[in-house]
């Protein structure tokens, strides 16, 4: 189980980046707090931020209910995935809109299979 919480720190980890680089975005294009709107650039960085914390929800307890239910090594697999996932959209995301799709597709698709092992494997433990 090591490795699912090390993949589970780093995806904090990832967030916590992308957290970071919301405040240099709203020095970098002047969005004064508490404003989150205004400012395209940085509407961009703020709302991949904000889907990552939203997909965070869903994802840990997704990742350790497959550990624990189906399997850790393919877990930590899943994980692995779906932080790149995650980098890939908030890389898209920051240049423009429309090409955040292959990052949320990836990291969508390990949730979901994280996801629906976990509820199948909890059920299979009953």
Do not use: C
């Not at 980046?17 to 940085?42: E, L, M, W």
């Not at 399997?71 to 890939?88: E, H, K, P, T």
Request: avoid cysteine; glycine fraction near 10%.
């Amino acid at each position: 189980m090591a490795k699912v919480h090390m993949i589970m720190l780093l995806a904090l980890v990832e967030y916590f980046v992308f957290t970071i680089a919301v405040g240099r975005a709203r020095y970098t294009f002047g969005v004064k707090a508490p404003a989150t709107s205004g400012q395209p650039d940085f509407e961009r960085y703020y709302r991949a931020q904000m889907n990552t914390l939203e997909q965070l929800v869903i994802f840990i307890p997704a990742l350790w209910s497959f550990a624990t239910f189906v399997n850790s090594d393919l877990a930590a697999i899943l994980g692995a995935v779906f932080i790149v996932g995650r980098a890939m959209y908030f890389v898209g995301y920051v240049k423009a809109a429309e090409k955040r799709s292959a990052g949320f597709g990836l990291s969508t698709l390990a949730t979901l299979a994280l996801l629906i092992g976990g509820i199948i494997g909890a059920f299979g433990a009953l």
